[in-house]
């Protein structure tokens, strides 16, 4: 790294790249990105041998954060659930865009570090750690996320209700 910020990377393979900024306190992401004059796409850089491979980065540290509470069907704190802010469907593929927290024993959450887009929000009562980067799983759940649209610096509160679990429809009632 120079002192003027510019560096050099030798003997990158072609291919496409996901520009990544490691903040330890979550509030940095890459802006944008370019790799000669060809921006990034979807979080995507393409690089090609030949040609113009310099690459420009625009780092902002205002990342936004959700914050709130969990309750159950009763109205009492979830506590020890997972809280899980997923990315629209066309960022889903790289689970960077995801940020899940636990509940704490009032039911409070915090997710910190997400880019401006959209996202769904949700709780469940029953689930494992890294189900929802399955597209089947989260197909059951969609219509029970809650709408969040994020911009730069934004700073939301946002109150859930823990969804159940869905119930078998083949199981005979009860």
Not at 21 to 34: E, G, I, L, Q, Y
Not at 127 to 154: C, I, N, Q, R
Request: glycine share 8%; net charge negative.
């Amino acid at each position: 790294m120079q002192s003027d910020g510019s560096f050099l990377f030798r003997n990158v393979s072609e291919g496409e790249y996901r520009p990544l900024v490691v903040d330890a306190n979550r509030n940095c992401f890459v802006k944008s990105a370019s790799v000669g004059t060809s921006p990034m796409v979807d979080g995507k850089l393409a690089i090609h041998s030949g040609g113009d491979n310099s690459l420009e980065y625009v780092v902002s540290c205002r990342a936004s954060q959700v914050a709130g509470q969990v309750l159950n069907g009763d109205s009492l704190p979830a506590t020890g659930v997972f809280v899980v802010l997923v990315p629209d469907k066309s960022l889903r593929d790289d689970f960077s865009n995801y940020h899940d927290a636990t509940t704490d024993q009032y039911g409070h959450f915090l997710l910190k570090g997400a880019i401006p887009g959209d996202y769904k929000l949700f709780s469940w009562a029953s689930v494992e750690e890294g189900d929802w980067w399955d597209a089947d799983f989260l197909k059951s759940y969609e219509d029970k996320g809650t709408l969040v649209h994020l911009e730069e610096g934004d700073r939301k509160s946002i109150e859930l209700t823990l969804i159940e679990p869905l119930k078998n429809p083949s199981a005979p009632n009860e």
